[in-house]
Nanobody, 115 residues
Framework: QVQLVESGGGLVQPGGSLRLSCAAP????????MGWYRQAPGKQRVLVAR???????LYTDSVKGRFTISRDNAGNTVYLQMNSLKPEDTAVYYC?????????WGPGTQVIVSS
């Protein structure tokens, strides 16, 4: 199993932007739908965006119109561009395939939206 590595999180003011990256070593991830998940304090981990191997994307309603998921199959990287961030977007963000592979969860990257 290959562990994924997320990066790009940080502290940002409401209305700000961040771009998250997920390094997915190994060509096998190129054939899977990949997703960005998030886990807020005291809550379960939830899927917020997904992208197929062909590039079709879907979003949960709470991030639709603000987040954009993309992938670079040649570079084995998945991105999440987050705009118009809100305090309720505060969470640890993870990437994984769909359905998620338990052994592939990385450490996540912390996003804090606060003034």
């Amino acid at each position: 199993q290959v562990q994924l590595v997320e990066s790009g999180g940080g502290l940002v003011q409401p209305g700000g932007s961040l771009r998250l990256s997920c390094a997915a070593p190994g060509s096998i991830f190129k054939i899977f739908t990949m997703g960005w998940y998030r886990q807020a304090p005291g809550k379960q981990r939830v899927l917020v965006a997904r992208i197929t191997a062909g590039g079709s994307a879907l979003y949960t309603d709470s991030v639709k119109g603000r987040f954009t998921i993309s992938r670079d199959n040649a570079g084995n990287t998945v991105y999440l561009q987050m705009n118009s961030l809100k305090p309720e977007d505060t969470a640890v963000y993870y990437c994984n395939r769909l359905p998620p592979e338990s052994g592939s969860w990385g450490p996540g990257t912390q996003v804090i939206v606060s003034s």
